[in-house]
């Protein structure tokens, strides 16, 4: 667990010192990871002056984008990131945010910004690859047909891209494997899990493919649309996640210069270093 000692005060961009006009609101946003309750429902007499709109943390499952996300959202200033996105989560938070039966795209777009972004107004945004081809499918009718950066400005303003992987691949798919044959996912998540998982390697060696070939298609559309995303590992985050974290701030160019906090932790345990073991011979065996 990454703990917060005090929330010491934000110097913005642009001003030499100091403001203490939103000390509470990052309180809040510490408070909001367990609080179904939007950040910009809080009237912050300071709006910091930022040069973006919104951030795209890209990824793959079990990459450590959870606890980067709670991380960025316990500054206060870099806004709520979460998978809103992802298409088996859509209706649900379309239903939270009161967006009437039969809603559209462009509205539910404008509820992410209006209930998700900070104070200063950025929004933030992790998506998988998979989930990448269905905002697409649904910007193209609204905006035409353009170039894929065209179509993600012209929904959400100035972007910036985060590139988040992991460089151990094989703990990765483990990791993956166990989260989702016991639907246990992150540390926070109440109970335990609903069931043993026995080793399979078949299992594995399929999660080990899915995964590197979304890391390379990640890698291909960077290069097809001509972007250089600023550039993220989980090891990076498991080495020391407030440097990492303050590295991804400055890339956003949003200074920062309190305290950070995240209620997750890592899973992994004795039997993902056995069960790596196991795969490996297997692996050189064949």
């Not at 989260?179 to 998540?189: C, G, I, L, V």
Request: proline share 4%; aromatic share 12%; glycine share 6%.
């Amino acid at each position: 667990m990454v703990e917060v000692v005090a929330f010491p005060t934000v110097t913005p961009l642009g001003h030499s010192t100091p403001t203490q006009s939103c000390e509470w609101l990052r309180h809040f946003a510490a408070a909001s990871l367990y609080l179904a309750v939007p950040l910009n429902w809080v009237l912050c007499s300071y709006k910091a002056a930022v040069s973006i709109d919104t951030y795209v943390i890209c990824s793959t499952p079990r990459t450590g984008s959870t606890l980067l996300c709670e991380l960025l959202t316990s500054t206060g200033i870099a806004g709520t990131p979460h998978s809103y996105f992802r298409s088996q989560d859509i209706d649900r938070r379309a239903a939270e945010w009161g967006l009437s039966l039969g809603w559209r795209f462009t509205s539910y777009s404008e509820a992410v910004r209006r209930f998700t972004s900070s104070a200063n107004g950025v929004v933030g945004l992790r998506v998988m690859w998979g989930t990448l081809d269905e905002i697409f499918n649904e910007l193209r009718p609204l905006h035409g047909n353009i170039d894929d950066l065209a179509l993600l400005e012209a929904e959400f303003g100035d972007v910036r891209y985060i590139y988040l992987r992991r460089e151990d691949l094989i703990g990765q798919a483990i990791s993956l494997f166990k989260a989702e044959k016991s639907n246990y996912w992150h540390s926070t998540q109440p109970g335990v899990p609903s069931r043993e998982v026995r080793y399979n390697y078949e299992e594995i060696e399929k999660r080990v493919a899915s995964l590197k070939n979304d890391d390379a298609a990640w890698v291909e559309w960077f290069r097809s649309v001509g972007i250089e995303p600023f550039s993220v590992t989980y090891e990076d985050l498991e080495l020391n996640p407030i440097d990492a974290t303050t590295n991804v701030l400055r890339y956003l160019d949003l200074e920062y210069s309190g305290e950070f906090f995240a209620p997750n932790e890592k899973l992994a345990d004795e039997k993902t270093e056995d069960w790596r073991e196991r795969y490996l011979r297997r692996a050189n065996a064949t």
